[in-house]
């Protein structure tokens, strides 16, 4: 079935690719994580893994060849970080929903 004009694009759109990246990286951000391009997840033994999340070093990264619904699962991992390890972060703040709704 074809996607409508317009529509959001799949979860295994490259998340290079996704119209909604910059949008993560600006969520990451309220999280207190920067989101990152790691190419060395493309070089065995690491080629299997399409990212991860640091708390303690403030880091979201992809592979190069990350899928959007990896990104989304790290960008979850940095959330949780934020909310529950971290409750007086910027997680709750005007910013940060800011950045979650797009009127930042």
Do not use: K, N, Q
């Given at each position: 079935a074809a996607r409508p004009l317009g529509a959001w694009p799949a979860a295994s759109t490259p998340a290079l690719a996704h119209p909604g990246l910059a949008t993560a990286a600006a969520i990451a951000r309220?999280?207190?994580?920067?989101?990152?391009?790691?190419?060395?997840?493309?070089?065995?033994?690491?080629?299997?893994?399409?990212g991860y999340f640091s708390g303690p070093r403030g880091t979201l990264a992809i592979a190069v060849d990350s899928s959007?619904?990896?990104?989304?699962?790290?960008?979850?991992?940095?959330?949780?970080?934020?909310?529950?390890?971290?409750?007086?972060?910027?997680?709750?703040?005007?910013?940060?929903?800011?950045?979650?709704?797009?009127?930042a």
């Open positions: 309220s999280y207190g994580a920067r989101l990152s391009i790691d190419t060395s997840l493309s070089a065995a033994p690491l080629r299997h893994i399409g959007w619904a990896e990104a989304v699962h790290e960008l979850t991992h940095a959330a949780f970080e934020a909310r529950v390890h971290r409750p007086t972060s910027g997680a709750g703040s005007s910013s940060a929903t800011a950045a979650r709704t797009g009127t």
